[in-house]
C-alpha cells in the first residue's frame, strides 16, 4: 500500500489545487503551504493515505474558509455524466451482456477523481469510457451477478461525484431494491455528498445514506454507528475507488472492489499495470483463511 512519502508528493499538490480554487492570493497559498509541510511533518507515517487526506484537507478547508472547495467541479461533473446517461443507458440496454457493459462503465466513471487529476477535461472522460468498453475483460462476471442475486442486502460505497451517475448504471442492473448506496457525511476533494445523490436522482433509485466521515475512503473507526451498523449488516459490499480499496482491503468481509489503478503503488499492490480497470474480490472467507483474493483487469 502507499508509504507516507508516496503521499507527500500528492497532499502538496492537492493544497495548492484547492486554494488555488478558493483564493488568488499568493501570500495565502504560501501559508497554506507551510502549514500543511507542518502538519505533514507531525504526522503517524503508520496511518492510511485516506486518514492523512482526511486530516490535510480539514485544514485546507479551516485556513479557506471554503467548506466545499470542488463544490463548482462537481457539480460540473455531474451535469457532464448526466448527459451522457441515457446513451450509456442504451448501450447497456442493447448489450447481449448489460451486467458486464454496467460494470465496465462504472469502472469507467472512476476517472473522475480530481485528486489524482484536477484537470481533468470532458474529452478524458469520454476517452475512459471508450477504453472500458472496447477493452479486453477477463473475469467471473458470473460470480458477480451470484453474490449479488443471493445477497439479502447489498451496501454499495460511491466514491466521486459525476462517477455516481455512472454507478447507477451498474446499480440499475442489481437487484435495486436490495441496495443502499453510501456517500460520504460530509465534503473532501471531490467525493459524492448527499448533495451530489440527490442532484443526480440517485435518491429516486435506491435508499442513500451518509456515513458520517469526511475521509476520502472508508475509515470505519471514523464512520457514524449507525454507518458502521449498515456495513457489519451487509451481506455483500461493492466499493469503488482506491481511497476504499486502501481502508476496506483486509476489513474481512465479502466486498468486490471496483477501480481503476491510477499510481504505481495500488497498482504493484493489485498486480497490475497502472491505468489498468479492476474488479477484485475480496470474501470473508478468504480473508479468515489467508486464501488471497481473485481479482480480474483491464
Known sequence: MKTFFDCIACFVRQSLEAVRITTPDEAVHEQLLREVLRVLGEMDMRQSPPAMAKRIHRLIREMTGQADPYRADKERFNRLALDVYPELKARVGRSANPLETAVRLAIAGNVIDLGVNHHLTDEQVHEAIDHALDAPFETDMAAFGEAASSAGNILYLADNAG??????????????????????????????????????GLTELVKVVD??????????DDCSEAFRRRFNEADLVIAKGQGNYETLSEAGKDIFFILKAKCPVIARDLGCSVGSLVL????????VAGKGNDYARI
Open 280 to 287: 477484485r474480490r475480496s470474501s470473508c472467507a478468504e480473508a
Open 163 to 200: 462517477e455516481i451517475v455512472f454507478d447507477r448504471l451498474l446499480i440499475e442492473q442489481l437487484p435495486v431494491e436490495k441496495v443502499t448506496v453510501a456517500v460520504k457525511g460530509s465534503p473532501i476533494i471531490n467525493d459524492a455528498t448527499m448533495e451530489d445523490a440527490e442532484a443526480t
Open 211 to 220: 456515513n458520517g466521515s469526511d475521509a476520502p475512503g472508508t475509515i470505519l
